[in-house]
């Protein structure tokens, strides 16, 4: 069975960073191309972060709203990814899907609240 | 980026009613390979985001096949025949031809 896990969500001050943890268990991480996608209060869905397998050179994309700022990253031999997010503004307030192969599989979600 | 639209915003069935969603997206969403990565997501109150469609018309594994999707270039279609209790959630587009990989805002089903 597919699982995603995501981890390290929480209340943080703009300005601030966060990093995101998602273990996933299930299928082969190490072939798979993993994404972020955020959920906002007002229930939009936006897709923020890809990365690549090895054969592609673990490439990553970003949305233009957070290049820069987040950083996408995976540890093939733990079988997971992470979202590192700095500089923090109000607008990322948002629940954070990890996702296998942009929308094939959810995980459940965590919630990151920016706000003084 | 492209822009994915879906009507209605909302939508009341009765329990055994079909429905229908329309997404458009605002250019051809038909990838240089030849395939077109239009997919359809579907969110139950309080649930993480789970795809039932992808690439248009394939039915992911175990989605029952009331469900079904149609379209091509710009514009597609879910439907639901004989819509049933569990169905009732938020249903979003959602495109992967191009990148940043865009959403419709959401059509939420609901019980009339």
């Known amino acids: 069975e597919v699982q995603l896990v995501e981890t390290g969500g929480g209340l943080v001050q703009p300005g601030k960073s966060l990093k995101l943890t998602c273990a996933t268990s299930?299928?082969?991480?190490?072939?798979?191309?993993m994404h972020w996608v955020r959920q906002s209060p007002d229930k939009r869905l936006e897709w923020i972060a890809r990365i690549k397998d090895k054969s592609n050179n673990y490439a990553t994309d970003y949305v233009e709203s957070v290049k820069g700022r987040f950083t996408i990253s995976r540890d093939d031999s733990k079988s997971s990814v992470y979202l590192q997010m700095n500089s923090l503004k109000e607008e990322d307030t948002a629940t954070y899907y990890c996702?296998?192969?942009?929308?094939?599989?959810w995980g459940q979600g965590v919630m990151v609240t920016v706000s003084s | 980026d492209i822009v994915m639209t879906q009507t209605p915003l909302s939508l009341s069935v009765a329990i055994g009613q079909s429905a229908s969603i329309s997404c458009k997206s605002s250019?051809?969403?038909?990838?240089?390979?030849?395939?077109?990565?239009l997919n359809w997501v579907f969110q139950s109150p309080g649930q993480s985001p789970k795809r039932l469609i992808y690439q248009v018309s394939k039915l992911d594994s175990g989605v029952p096949d009331r469900f079904s999707g149609t379209g091509s270039e710009t514009d597609f279609t879910l439907k639901i025949s004989r819509v049933e209790a569990e169905d009732l959630g938020v249903y979003y587009c959602?495109?992967?031809?191009?990148?940043?990989?865009?959403f419709g805002g959401g059509t939420k089903l609901e019980l009339k």
């Open positions: 996702t296998r192969g942009y929308t094939d599989y």
């Open positions: 250019q051809s969403l038909k990838y240089s390979d030849g395939k077109t990565y």
């Open positions: 959602c495109q992967g031809s191009y990148s940043p990989g865009t």
């Open positions: 299930g299928f082969t991480f190490s072939t798979a191309w």
